[in-house]
Structures are given as structure tokens and as C-alpha cells.
């Protein structure tokens, strides 16, 4: 069945059950992963093209002003309500540039940690994966890392994501990244970042190179990137090869339906992130919200509440953390 006619058989089934959020959620990705704003007829098609209608010429920049994406965010909220979309789905990461690969070959990162969770072996691919990974000290700060993401130029159109941190035990509420292959390529990337940042005259972001995922550094510290000249690199253990063969023996993975994430537009998908950012800004504490909460916006699911609050003392001592980091090194 072609894009188009599965865009429209969910249009239909969610206009019968508005609190379907499994079928929104896919909708809204599909919407996203057609790159185009023009097609469909129902609600979630025409917000597509109402968003898109809306944006100024070099909005990628315009909106670095905290006030200018405020208002913005205030208009992508009137067009969902104007079509009568009242539920929202909690999607935690926002993508630009190439689809991921490491080493030439698409990684499925959530097989890839589903495979470690139950072994505790790292995907022999994932030695090979280098970030630079941003540490933003608010919701504000974020929206800007996003922005000055979308407007780096990298020779490789390196992956790039923000994110908010949902996962319990690993640091930090607000997230960057930049993918890499290798740590050389990481450093060229942090500089052009950096590069960047001065450029806009943004501020209030740490920037640094990891290895991997947070969750193998914390199973094995030696895994972590350093910059240490004397730390010997990790090796993996003899059995670890065959271990993920057999594990993955006959394991069929979907190919990618598209080759990069980058759209000249705010799509659906996006308002429903920042939408799901701001809820979960304002849950942990992070005042920079305000002018964003005050817009309100469609229902999140109680269980995403529910798990936020669980976190939030914990990530509002984290922010903390983050300004104070600020603090001393300005000292």
C-alpha cells in the first residue's frame, strides 16, 4: 500500500477513535517521513500544511530569539486546535541530517541496547560510534541547540538529535548529539560547533565527546571516552563476537524508508516534540518554560506524567548542576 493511501486509511481511523495515540503516533512519523507538506485531507494532513505555510524565510536562524520561537510555538498550537487535534503523543527526539550509520551500516540502536540489556556484551558496531554530545542547562537553551544543529554545515551531514532524558540513572534532563565514526571526526565536529555557537552568540550549553551509548560506559568505565593519552583502549572480551552472532542469527531488520531526516519545514512530528519538551520542562522544575506552558497544548498521556514526576527532583538538581558548571568556569 503506498504512503499516501496508509496516511489517509489512519486519517480515517483516528477521525472514529481520537484517543488511539498508538495510531497518532504513527501517523504523525509517516506525515514526518514524507518530507512534504502537501497530500493528505484530514486533520493531522492539513495541520502539516498549515505549519509549514507559517514559517518566515531563514526560520532556522530567526528562531535562535527566544521570544520570536516562543511565538511561533503559540501560532504551531493554534493551527492544531483550529483542526481539532486535542492528544498529543509524548515523542522525546527530534532528528536532522543523514540517516545514522556507523561504519557504513545503520546501526537499529534500539535492537542493538536491547541486545546488551539482556547480555551485557556492546555490539561490536557500537565500539565504532563517537558524539558530540550537548548538554543544555534549560528548555530555552535546548530549542537553541536544536537550531544551531539544523543550521551547521558538516561535510559528512552527520547525524544530529536533541532530546530529553527519560531513562532512569543516566545524568542530565536535556540532550545534543552529533554522530560520529570515529573520535578524530568528533573533535572536527565539536570545533565546527563551537565555530557556530560563537557565531550566533549562544551560550549555556556544554559540549564535550562521548563513546557509545550512556549505558555501556556505566557497565564498563573503560569503554568511555577520554582524552587521556595513557588510557588503554577497551578491549572486548574473546566471546563477546560470537555471543552477538548467535544472538542475532537470523534477526531481520526493516531498511530505512528514508536517506535523511532534514525538512524545510516545521512538520507535525516536531510540534508534537516541543509540545512533549515543554510538558516535561515544566514537570522538572525549568522556569525558561513559561512562555511556553502559558500556550497550553493537546493532553499527554498520564503515564508519561507519572514517570517525569518520578525524576523531576532529580533533574532540577541536574540543571542545577549544569549553571553552577557555568558559574565557575565564567569565574
Known amino acids: 500500500m503506498k504512503n499516501s493511501a496508509v496516511l489517509e486509511q489512519l486519517e480515517n481511523w483516528i477521525a472514529v477513535r481520537p484517543n488511539d495515540l498508538q495510531a497518532i503516533r504513527r501517523l504523525v512519523t509517516l506525515l514526518d517521513m514524507s518530507n512534504s507538506a502537501q497530500g493528505v485531507s484530514g486533520a493531522f494532513g492539513r495541520a502539516q500544511s498549515k505549519l509549514a505555510s507559517t514559517l518566515p524565510k531563514d526560520w532556522q536562524q530567526a528562531f535562535l530569539d527566544p521570544s520570536e520561537c516562543a511565538l511561533a510555538y503559540k501560532g504551531w498550537l493554534n493551527v492544531l486546535k483550529s483542526v481539532g487535534i486535542k492528544h498529543a503523543v509524548p515523542v522525546a527526539q527530534v532528528f536532522s541530517g543523514q540517516v545514522l550509520k556507523v561504519q557504513g551500516k545503520v546501526p537499529y540502536c534500539d535492537a542493538r541496547l536491547k541486545f546488551f540489556a539482556e547480555t551485557k556484551v556492546i555490539p561490536a558496531l557500537c565500539h565504532g560510534c563517537y558524539k558530540v554530545q550537548i548538554l543544555p542547562e534549560s528548555l530555552e537553551k535546548m530549542i537553541q541547540a536544536y537550531l544551531v544543529l539544523l543550521n551547521l554545515d558538516l561535510p559528512g551531514d552527520n547525524t544530529r538529535k536533541c532530546m530529553i532524558e527519560l531513562r532512569d540513572g543516566i545524568k542530565y534532563p536535556y540532550k545534543g548529539y552529533i554522530y560520529c565514526n570515529s573520535a578524530d571526526e568528533a573533535k572536527a565536529c565539536l570545533a565546527a560547533f563551537e565555530v ?22 556505566l557497565e564498563y568505565p573503560a569503554f568511555k571516552y577520554s582524552e587521556d593519552a595513557e588510557q588503554t583502549e577497551f578491549e572486548a572480551p574473546k566471546d563477546w563476537a560470537a555471543i552477538e552472532e548467535q544472538y542475532l542469527k537470523g534477526t531481520k531488520l ?16 516536531d510540534v508534537f516534540v516541543f509540545r512533549t519538551w515543554a510538558k516535561y520542562a515544566q514537570l522538572i522544575g525549568d522556569e525558561t518554560v513559561t512562555p511556553y506552558i502559558a500556550q497550553g497544548g493537546p493532553d499527554l498521556p498520564a503515564q508519561f506524567v507519572k514517570r517525569v514526576k518520578a525524576q523531576s527532583a532529580t533533574r532540577n538538581a541536574e540543571l542545577t548542576e549544569l549553571a553552577a558548571m557555568s558559574q565557575g568556569a565564567a569565574g
Open 196 to 217: 557556530k555557537l560563537a557565531e550566533f552568540g549562544v551560550s549555556g550549553l556544554h559540549q564535550k565527546i562521548s563513546h557509545g551509548c550512556s549505558e555501556y560506559g
Open 254 to 269: 526493516p531498511k530505512p524508508q528514508i536517506k535523511a531526516y532534514t525538512k524545510p519545514f516545521i512538520s507535525l512530528r
